[in-house]
């Protein structure tokens, strides 16, 4: 059972900025990454289903992060249908985040109250998605779709749309400020933020370090 609303989870969207999106095969890895994360500031985080079994890395991931770090929210990422969003649901998961807008997922998540941020790539994906009780919606390959060109173009005429774009999006402050001027809600990052050599060298310490520059840089660019 989530732990967090779907209003908490929105919010925390918000006032954290930056999502981390992160999978990995060995459970010692998320957990040594997660908790640099949380070090560095963060109170949300993506898992994504990327690879054989992640439902059962994620439910030990979960568990660690209820005893260890209970103020982060925990949530699922590339989830495709309904079938696997109830699996995660099960298992805690706090938000759904999908490459797709599709019906039957919205309403699994709905029936929760479990937040629901599908990926889209068009105006009209955006507004379906909308009707379908997404509060924050998902923009992926956030470069591909149009950069912050595309966000800043949507909300002209829809202003009330909170849009996280995922994919192009680097870990500078020029980058972040860049998102967010366009009107960016949050943003995720993967592989431009928890890079390869970081992994590599299991050096948590310095994803840490970057996490809090970047929360800084976030908090200065939102005048929090």
């Known amino acids: 059972m989530a732990r967090f609303t779907r209003i908490q989870v929105a919010l925390q969207m918000k006032e954290s900025g930056i999502i981390p999106v992160f999978y990995h095969s ?24 990327r690879g054989d079994f992640a439902h059962e890395i994620f439910s030990e991931l979960n568990k660690y992060v209820i005893q260890e770090m209970p103020e982060m929210i925990l949530g ?26 599709k019906e ?7 029936r929760r109250k479990i937040a629901w941020s599908p990926g889209c790539g068009s105006v009209t994906e955006i507004s379906r998605a909308e009707e379908l009780g997404a509060e924050v919606v998902k923009i992926f390959p956030g470069s591909s779709v149009g950069g ?48 390869s050599d970081i ?15 970047l929360l800084v840089s976030y908090k200065k660019i939102r005048k929090y």
């Open 76 to 101: 699922t990422g590339s989830v495709n249908d309904a079938g696997t969003t109830s699996l995660y649901i099960q298992l805690g998961s706090n938000f759904i985040v999908s490459p797709v807008v």
């Open 148 to 195: 912050p060109q595309f966000v800043k173009t949507v909300k002209g005429p829809q202003p009330w749309t909170n849009i996280m774009p995922t994919g192009g999006v680097e870990p500078t402050e020029e980058s972040l400020k860049t998102w967010f001027d366009a009107g960016a809600y949050c943003v995720g990052m993967g592989s431009n933020l928890i890079t």
């Open 26 to 49: 060995d459970i010692e890895i998320c957990k040594a990454v997660i908790k640099a994360c949380y070090d560095g500031g963060l109170r949300l985080f993506e898992f994504t289903n």
């Open 199 to 213: 992994l590599k060298n299991k050096d948590w310490k310095l994803l840490t370090e970057k996490v809090s520059a």
């Open 104 to 110: 039957e997922m919205a309403l699994v998540c709905n």
